[in-house]
């Protein structure tokens, strides 16, 4: 049973570009959140999707946004990076509706702005 | 709003030594507690979870914790520490909504010496 797939694993960016991550989520599973993990931090929560909306909001800016696809995929997108958007991305998928079933995360994405 | 605080950033036992590692939460509804694990460059596995039920719940690895309401607390143990225990552990909260977002604590990296 595939869990949760994120890609690219590492990616380099210039400040100023934009980028966009990606996440399938675990089989069965139809919500995707994604989570922010600077360097020594614990994850800050970003946005999270079900049924193709966006659904709720961390205190992340509107550079910041993301999509839902029919398939339960998601995608992160940043424009205009800053150094400070340097991070680890983490996906997590969730079942609707049964969260005693708990969240289940993929490996992230490192994103290093340059 | 909810908070978590995980008191100790670095930990230092002894292999085969008691592991605790702290965890104070504030929630206004009944929560929902996580412990997660990440290993270098790796994402967050679950070892735990509360939901409703007995407070002393057991997870993967020898790890347990006890949900004690009067002590907003969540701590996490395990009798006998492994060199292979030695990673970043975090302490979540949510309000039970299905598909709500997880609050993370900072973190506490757990260091096991031989």
């Known amino acids: 049973d595939a869990g949760v797939t994120q890609s690219p694993t590492h990616l380099i960016k210039t400040r100023g570009q934009q980028v966009t991550l990606r996440c399938s989520p675990k089989?069965?599973?139809?919500?995707v959140s994604w989570y922010q993990q600077a360097l020594g931090q614990g994850p800050q929560f970003i946005f999270q999707?079900?049924?193709?909306?966006?659904?709720q909001r961390g205190n992340f800016p509107d550079r910041f946004s993301g999509h839902q696809f029919p398939n339960y995929s998601s995608e992160l997108n940043v424009n205009a990076l800053l150094l400070g958007d340097s991070a680890l991305y983490l996906c997590?998928?969730?079942?609707?509706?049964?969260?005693?079933?708990?969240?289940?995360f993929g490996s992230g994405t490192r994103l290093t702005v340059v | 709003a909810q908070s978590v605080t995980q008191l100790g950033s670095h930990v230092s036992v002894s292999e085969g030594a008691l592991v605790l590692l702290r965890c104070n939460y504030s929630?206004?509804?009944?929560?929902?507690l996580f412990w997660y694990v990440q290993y270098p460059n790796q994402g967050l596995q679950l070892l735990l979870k509360?939901?409703?039920?007995?407070?002393l719940v057991k997870g993967i690895n020898g790890f347990e914790a006890e949900f004690k309401k009067s002590e907003t607390s969540f701590h996490l143990t395990k009798p006998s520490a492994h060199m292979s225990d030695a990673a970043e552990y975090f302490c979540?909260?949510?309000?039970?909504?299905?598909?709500?977002?997880?609050?993370f604590g900072g973190g506490t990296r757990l260091m096991v010496k031989p």
């Open positions: 979540a909260v949510s309000d039970g909504n299905a598909g709500n977002m997880l609050t």
């Open positions: 929630s206004s509804v009944p929560p929902y």
């Open positions: 997590a998928s969730s079942l609707k509706g049964r969260p005693n079933y708990g969240y289940t």
């Open positions: 999707y079900y049924e193709e909306e966006e659904r």
């Open positions: 509360y939901t409703t039920g007995a407070t």
């Open positions: 089989s069965g599973h139809d919500t």
